[in-house]
């Protein structure tokens, strides 16, 4: 199960391909196709590289008009879904980048 301190990258094994200010996601093993809207979008390029969900929390609510607990709510369930549909996968504590999270801004 995913939490805040949990470390977390995409799946290197999906093709995605933005769309406008979304983005598009074909996972190929599963014949799947997944669209993020805007909002959606920014926080899958911000898993471009490993990061812990409690830096990206605090990204997102720096950027976005949000609570910290709303936003973590929603990026927690955001993520767990990715990952139940093998999209996002755990990485090492020493993988994550200090400056992941901020990256893509």
Known sequence: MINRDSVVVRSSRLMSADVGNAVVVLHLERSA???FDATGAD???RLEFPVRV????D???GKYDVTREICQR???AFLQDAFDQD???MA???SA?????TQGR
């Open 87 to 89: 999209m996002v996968q």
């Open 92 to 94: 090492t504590d020493e």
């Open 43 to 45: 926080v899958w390029r």
């Open 54 to 57: 409690s830096a990206l929390v």
């Open 74 to 76: 929603d990026v927690l």
């Open 97 to 101: 980048s200090a400056d992941s999270a």
């Open 33 to 35: 196709y997944f669209d």
């Open 59 to 61: 990204t997102l609510v």
